[in-house]
């Protein structure tokens, strides 16, 4: 068992998804992301899905896998649209899927739906891993734990702190809440302000088992990055 505490720079790429969700991000980029994934042993690399083809093309003879965002980064659209986006990044390669709740439902007090929008995007996944993202930064703790438990209901394999396109990203503090509400059985993802190795270690320390960052490369030699997400 690892000594989360101990682990070295090189030791963390098993728990990066090396990210690149910019706006503006080209295809000379995700074709860097993949190559660096590759060479680093990152867990995935995580893409908006009109580049997830490409990656699994480029990532066919690794280990790494490609992870896929689904109704990002809002998570206020139709359920059925998130399913269906689901099931074409799957149809194109994407072995992970990172789906955003609907935040608006969830402050509304409409759990039922926020489940059921879950479970939809959960069977268009089938066997593949599904993270639930609940955007924790405009949640109350009650709220983070609601959506929490929510999604473990709902099936979800991980529950995920945020997009990074909000008002914070992930902290100590929201991870080890989420790992006290899912238990030991589902993953917990940090993400969002992740730039560092000291802040990869605190956010394993707390409980993540993955974290979505654009500075993995950074993180894995022990520095730290200014990227944005």
């Not at 992301?33 to 995935?44: D, M």
């Not at 609907?102 to 926020?114: F, I, M, P």
């Not at 009650?142 to 959506?147: C, L, S, Y």
């Not at 914070?168 to 730039?195: F, H, I, N, W, Y």
């Amino acid at each position: 068992m690892e000594d989360k505490d101990m682990l070295k720079p090189e030791e963390l790429a098993h728990y990066i998804d090396h990210t690149l969700l910019a706006t503006n991000a080209t295809e000379e980029k995700v074709e860097q992301l993949c190559a660096e994934a590759k060479r680093n042993s990152f867990a995935s690399v995580c893409v908006n899905s009109c580049w997830t083809a490409k990656c699994a093309e480029l990532l066919a003879e690794s280990n790494v896998k490609v992870c896929t965002v689904v109704g990002f980064p809002l998570g206020a659209m139709k359920s059925e649209s998130k399913a269906f986006e689901a099931s074409q990044a799957i149809a194109d390669g994407a072995e992970e899927i990172d789906m955003v709740i609907n935040v608006g439902w969830l402050k509304s007090g409409r759990l039922g739906d926020v489940e059921e929008d879950i479970r939809k995007v959960k069977t268009a996944c089938g066997d593949k891993l599904l993270k639930v993202i609940i955007e924790t930064c405009l949640l109350s703790d009650e709220e983070k734990a609601e959506a929490c438990r929510i999604a473990v209901s709902a099936g979800a394999d991980f529950v995920k702190t945020s997009t990074g396109f909000s008002t914070g990203g992930a902290t100590e503090q929201d991870v080890a809440l989420m790992r006290s509400v899912v238990g030991e059985s589902v993953g917990v993802k940090a993400s969002g302000g992740v730039r560092s190795y000291e802040t990869a270690i605190a956010m394993i320390s707390s409980g993540a088992t993955r974290l979505g960052t654009s500075s993995g490369v950074a993180i894995v030699q022990g520095a730290s990055s200014h990227a944005a997400y």
